[in-house]
């Protein structure tokens, strides 16, 4: 295990910046996620502290020790790559060990650790099946595994679930973090789903264009967002955003009174979750419903408001409606989020 730390971290491709001054601290046995659209960045940091690409300027530390000028193999890292990267001519064993037979570890030792991460992965009976052999879960854990047989001080992982359909991304998400929860080791995760970011971070990094918008701990991403790109893209559904306009510290949508501000008078803009809506006839959300998914237990209704704004409310799965309906929403006023007109959270 090992702490991380980036001291004004930059990165430019020719004249393009793409890494923007990054500082950040990971502590010793922290699993931190990076989450941003596609190209935000977030894997090309990753790459820079792997050693797979060069710093323009700043510095990495690992456990205190300056290591961005070292080579990869000398950083005390493993990766998991998005593509399982698997030699197909090698069996599981063969893949497992390979690393540790190139870098001339003793046979003992190499069937010692090979054997402790086909323990920890449910490897065991797949051990001498070749990757074509294998299911899509199975070799990326045979990849997860090559990396836990280095024993390395930080574990990094380059969207490693992205190949996989959906079921299995589920499952794969738990076994990583059951194994996060084993090994306690340090662990950055790169990921554009902000479902993987939620469920697995200790501390989630939100990037935008190579830039850090927001870092904090899942919850506190989602309670209290630090502007609207951070708040639109934690929570699935996303977070509706409705023009609204403030008076004497009272926010109101169509006439509506909807929630209490410390935004100055004038227009601004109106963050609710859909699941924090509820069906209430005294609510001050008013609209037609335009589509009404059902999936079970939960529903989701897209409304049609009467200033031609849309929402979507997230319901549980007694409730029925069909397009054309009238519905009326209401929400608690300490549910709702205001923005001004730089996209910066106000406090209530």
Do not use: W
């Amino acid at each position: 295990m090992a702490t991380l730390e980036l001291k004004g971290v930059e990165k430019f491709f020719d004249a393009t910046q793409v890494i923007h001054d990054m500082n950040l601290s990971v502590a010793d046995g922290e699993l931190v996620v990076f989450v941003g659209p596609s190209g935000c960045g977030k894997s090309t940091l990753l790459r820079m502290i792997a050693g797979l690409e060069t710093l323009s300027s700043g510095e990495i530390h690992i456990d205190g020790q300056r290591v961005d000028y070292q080579p990869p193999s000398n950083r005390g890292i493993a990766m998991v790559f998005q593509s399982y990267a698997l030699y197909p001519h090698k069996d599981v064993r063969g893949n497992l060990g390979f690393s540790l037979k190139h870098d001339k570890v003793e046979k003992s030792e190499i069937d010692r650790r090979v054997n402790i991460a086909a323990d920890i992965l449910g490897l065991q009976e797949l051990m001498s099946r070749k990757p074509r052999e294998l299911s899509g879960g199975q070799r990326q854990r045979v990849a997860i595994g090559r990396a836990i047989v280095r024993e390395p001080k930080v574990f990094l992982f380059d969207e490693p679930l992205s190949n996989l359909d959906a079921a299995l991304r589920v499952h794969m998400r738990v076994e990583i973090l059951k194994l996060h929860q084993r090994l306690k080791n340090t662990m950055i995760y790169v990921t554009h789903d902000q479902v993987e970011a939620m469920t697995l971070a200790d501390r989630i990094v939100v990037f935008r264009a190579g830039k850090v918008e927001q870092i904090g701990t899942p919850l506190e991403l989602y309670r209290t967002p630090a502007n609207r790109f951070v708040a639109g893209f934690i929570g699935s559904p996303a977070m509706n955003f409705l023009d609204a306009h403030c008076k004497s510290g009272s926010v109101t949508l169509n006439g509506e009174a909807v929630c209490h501000s410390a935004h100055p008078d004038g227009s601004m803009t109106l963050g609710v979750r859909p699941e924090h809506l509820r069906v209430d006839q005294q609510g001050p959300f008013q609209g037609k419903v335009q589509v009404f998914e059902h999936l079970g237990g939960e529903a989701f209704v897209h409304l049609s408001l009467a200033d031609g704004q849309s929402m979507v409310a997230k319901l549980d799965g007694e409730h029925q409606f069909r397009p054309g309906d009238a519905c009326r929403l209401g929400i608690a006023a300490d549910k709702c989020h205001v923005f001004d007109a730089d996209g910066l959270r106000i406090a209530s």
